[in-house]
Nanobody, 123 residues
Framework: QEELVESGGGVVQPGGSLRLSCAASGRTFSSYAVGWFRQVPDKEREFVAAISWSGGRTYYADSVKGRFTISRDNDKNTVYLQMNSLNPEDTAVYCC????????????????WGQGTQVTVSS
């Protein structure tokens, strides 16, 4: 059983940066792939980025490629999402999720979810 807790959200101006963290409490987190997803009201949950259990492979949505970087520190049971060059279209609740085996861009394949952290990009 994994419990995931996100942090690091907030309000930032366009062009700014934020780093989100996803901390896990379970002992098997290092064996799970992790994804970040975001959601705004009345829209489907959107894939943002994912990382393999080892951190050796990453996968990004086209909309964030080159601006966001996903990484992990298995010693700290934490996955990070560094977000640069933020724009208002990035405003959403960001959630992390974990799944066994390989990563995926489909939110339906993830077993464990955090509660989310709000990111607002506004001038």
């Amino acid at each position: 059983q994994e419990e995931l807790v996100e942090s690091g959200g907030g309000v930032v101006q366009p062009g700014g940066s934020l780093r989100l963290s996803c901390a896990a409490s379970g002992r098997t987190f290092s064996s799970y792939a992790v994804g970040w997803f975001r959601q705004v009201p009345d829209k489907e949950r959107e894939f943002v980025a994912a990382i393999s259990w080892s951190g050796g492979r990453t996968y990004y949505a086209d909309s964030v490629k080159g601006r966001f970087t996903i990484s992990r520190d298995n010693d700290k049971n934490t996955v990070y999402l560094q977000m640069n060059s933020l724009n208002p279209e990035d405003t959403a609740v960001y959630c992390c999720a974990a799944k066994p085996f390989d990563y995926s861009g489909s939110y339906t394949t993830y077993n464990y979810w955090g509660q989310g952290t709000q990111v607002t990009v506004s001038s």
